[in-house]
């Protein structure tokens, strides 16, 4: 079947500090992959993706590579910032069907 | 453009009423997906619909909850006969026909039974 496994949280770093938040997936085929981000009280805003294997996705800073022979996708970014705090989530779309397997999510707080 | 909307934003509701979410898709997307979070959880797939059709609701408990997506109007996701267990954020998704998978999340609707 098709799943998403993220690191624990909650993550708390110091601003300027370098983050990386682990995300492995199991899947059926060549999933596409994914990273959202959810400020409190808000909904997922697409951070970034990536379609195949050895794509990078990246965006704001934020980079994660689709790596398929550790079935990993984790993200990374090198200076957080305070304004960085957020959860964020791991998914993946499977070739077939359309719906979307998040992990549990990261609450990552970042402290000026 | 204006992205997915969705309303209420929050709902409170008392046990045994019925609760009624709306979704409006970004402007050019037909399909509609509806995802469930739990407190401390990550969003669990519900349903995915296109205009007037369930494409597949595989997600979807059997009993009290229906959703739907007439040819006018929003999206709807329809909780009868609430329970304390549904207390929960409910998100909706929309992705155009050219690019089903990417998904594009709405605010979501806090919902609260009390």
């Known amino acids: 079947g098709n799943s998403v496994t993220q690191m624990e949280g909650p993550v708390t770093l110091s601003e300027e500090a370098f983050l990386t938040i682990n995300c492995t997936y199991t899947?059926?085929?060549?999933?596409?992959l994914f990273w959202y981000v959810q400020y409190p009280g808000e909904g997922l805003q697409l951070l970034l993706k990536?379609?195949?294997?050895?794509d990078k996705g990246s965006n704001k800073g934020f980079e994660a590579t689709y790596r398929k022979e550790t079935t990993s996708f984790h993200l990374e970014k090198g200076s957080v910032q305070v304004s960085d705090s957020a959860v964020y989530f791991c998914?993946?779309?499977?070739?077939?069907?359309?719906?979307?397997?998040f992990g549990t999510g990261t609450s990552l707080t970042v402290i000026p | 453009n204006a992205g997915v909307m969705q309303n209420p934003r929050h709902l409170v509701r008392r046990r045994g009423q019925e609760a009624r979410l709306r979704c409006s898709p970004m402007?050019?997307?037909?399909?509609v997906y509806w995802y469930r979070q739990l407190p401390e959880e990550g969003l669990k797939f519900m349903v995915y619909?296109?205009?007037?059709?369930?494409?597949?609701e595989s997600g979807m408990p059997k009993e009290r909850f229906s959703a739907e997506f007439p040819k006018e109007g929003p999206s709807i996701l329809r909780i009868q006969q609430v329970v304390r267990g549904d207390s929960a954020a409910y998100f909706c998704?929309?992705?155009?026909?050219?690019?089903?998978?990417?998904?594009?999340f709405g605010p979501g609707t806090r919902l609260l039974v009390l």
């Open positions: 998704a929309s992705s155009p026909s050219w690019g089903l998978k990417t998904q594009y």
């Open positions: 899947a059926t085929g060549y999933p596409s």
């Open positions: 990536a379609t195949k294997a050895d």
């Open positions: 998914a993946l779309s499977a070739p077939t069907g359309n719906q979307f397997y």
């Open positions: 402007k050019g997307h037909s399909h």
């Open positions: 619909l296109q205009k007037e059709n369930i494409i597949d």
